[in-house]
C-alpha cells in the first residue's frame, strides 16, 4: 500500500474516533472519495478498532449489519456489512442509556449468538454455523452515525465500524434445536405499544446465514469467529429512532426478552 493511501486511512479513523467523541458529525467518506473501495473502508475500520483497543477496549465479538431487505431498503445498499464489538458497547438488558451521549442513535431488535467454537473457513454451510452456537439470546443494537445523516454508502458505514454504537444483551440460553429460529417472531415495542415485528429468516433467509458470511469474509484475512464470541445476525426489522424518556423491548415466543430505558 502506497504511503498517501495510509496516511488517508490512519488520519480517516482518527477522524471519525474524534467526531464520536465531541459528538460532532463529518461528510461521509464518499461525499469526498466516491470511489472508496470495501476493502478500504475495511481498513479505516481495523484502524480506528485498533486505536480502540490501544485505549483499553477488548474485543468481544462481531456483527453482521444490513441482512434483512428491510435494512437494506432503508439504507439503500444492497448487500451485508460487518463490525467489531468491543467491551466497552455492551449493555445488559434493563440498563439505562442517555441519549445525549450519541449523535443520530437508532434501533433495532436481532438474534444473536455466542459461539461454543471457532467458526471459520471458506466452504460453510448453515448446519456448521449452528454446530458453533453454544447460546442464543435477542439482542438490541443501538446504531449510530458519526456522519452528517444516514445518507451513507455500504462504504462509509463499514468505515463507521457498521455504524455500531451499543449492544443491549438479554438472557443468554442454550440453544434448542427443536426452535425454528427462522421462524421464531421478534416484536418490538417502545413504551409498550407493539412498533415493529420481524422473523428471523429476514435476515438472508436463516439467522444462521449471516454467521456463514462473516465467518467466510473474514476469512479472507485469515481469521474467523471464535469461542466465546457474540455474533449479531443484523435486524429483522427497518431501524427506529432511539428517543429520550422511552423503554425499548423486545419479545419472542423461545428467547428472553430484552429491555432498554432511553434517558
Not at 439504507?75 to 467491551?87: A, I, Q, T
Not at 466497552?88 to 433495532?108: I, K, W
Request: aromatic share 4%; glycine share 8%; proline share 5%.
Amino acid at each position: 500500500m502506497d504511503e498517501r493511501r495510509l496516511h488517508w486511512i490512519t488520519d480517516t479513523a482518527t477522524a471519525l474516533l474524534e467526531a464520536e467523541r465531541e459528538r460532532i458529525p463529518v461528510a461521509a467518506l464518499t461525499v469526498h472519495r466516491p470511489d472508496l473501495t470495501l476493502d478500504d473502508a475495511y481498513r479505516v475500520q481495523a484502524a480506528a478498532v485498533a486505536r480502540r483497543i490501544a485505549d483499553g477496549a477488548r474485543v468481544v465479538g462481531h456483527k453482521a449489519g444490513v441482512t434483512s431487505k428491510a435494512m437494506q431498503q432503508q439504507m439503500g445498499v444492497d448487500e451485508p456489512d460487518s463490525g467489531v464489538l468491543l467491551d466497552d458497547m455492551l449493555l445488559r438488558s434493563g440498563s439505562s442509556l442517555t441519549r445525549s451521549a450519541l449523535m443520530q442513535p437508532r434501533v433495532e431488535a436481532e438474534i444473536a449468538f455466542l459461539l461454543g467454537s471457532d467458526l471459520g473457513g471458506p466452504d460453510l454451510g448453515v448446519e456448521a454455523a449452528r454446530s458453533a452456537v453454544e447460546k442464543v439470546f435477542l439482542a438490541l443494537e443501538v446504531i449510530d452515525t458519526r456522519f452528517t445523516g444516514w445518507r451513507i454508502s455500504v462504504a462509509d458505514s463499514i468505515a463507521d465500524n457498521a455504524s455500531c454504537a451499543r449492544v443491549v444483551t438479554g438472557p443468554m440460553v442454550p440453544l434448542d434445536a427443536d426452535v425454528d429460529l427462522a421462524a421464531e417472531p421478534l416484536v418490538v415495542s417502545v413504551d409498550g405499544t407493539a412498533v415493529a415485528t420481524g422473523e428471523g429468516r429476514a435476515v438472508l433467509g436463516d439467522p444462521f446465514q449471516p454467521l456463514v458470511w462473516l465467518a467466510q469474509r473474514l476469512s479472507r484475512f485469515r481469521t474467523g469467529l471464535r469461542a466465546g464470541e457474540l455474533v449479531l445476525a443484523g435486524a429483522v426489522h427497518a431501524s427506529l429512532p432511539l428517543e429520550a424518556g422511552t423503554t425499548v423491548h423486545a419479545r419472542a415466543p423461545h428467547l428472553p426478552p430484552v429491555e432498554l430505558h432511553v434517558l
